[in-house]
């Protein structure tokens, strides 16, 4: 079974960074593609970002120039860096499998609450 930890959130301004971070249980990066996800209040859940086992990645169009996803793999740790945060940002964020299939389905950790406010 996999878990993972989100961490990283926060209250910040609009404009303002803020930089994720989830910690995997277990060694999966070599087989899998990762990605981060969101989910606002009244909305569904939305994957925001991802990298594949080739290292590629790629951003939902509303992030952008905004966001990074990277991993340290010694470290079983996957990161988000958001940079030019706006109020519309504002969710819970999730780490998971790229797409969350099967058992990933039962994943979902705690997630980690950012908010962007003035």
């Known amino acids: 079974q996999v878990q993972f930890v989100e961490s990283g959130g926060g209250l910040v301004q609009p404009g303002g960074s803020l930089r994720l971070s989830c910690k995997i249980s277990?060694?999966?990066?070599?087989?899998?593609?990762m990605g981060w996800y969101r989910q606002a209040p009244g909305k569904q859940r939305e994957l925001v970002a991802s990298m594949g086992t080739s290292g590629r990645t790629n951003y939902r169009d509303s992030v952008k120039g905004r966001f990074a996803i990277s991993t340290n793999s010694a470290k079983n740790t996957l990161y988000l860096q958001m940079s030019s945060l706006k109020p519309e940002d504002t969710a819970v964020y999730y780490c998971?499998?790229?797409?969350?299939?099967?058992?990933?389905?039962?994943?979902w950790g705690q997630g980690t609450q950012v908010t962007v406010s003035s």
């Open positions: 277990g060694s999966i990066f070599s087989g899998v593609d």
């Open positions: 998971n499998r790229d797409p969350p299939i099967g058992p990933w389905a039962d994943y």
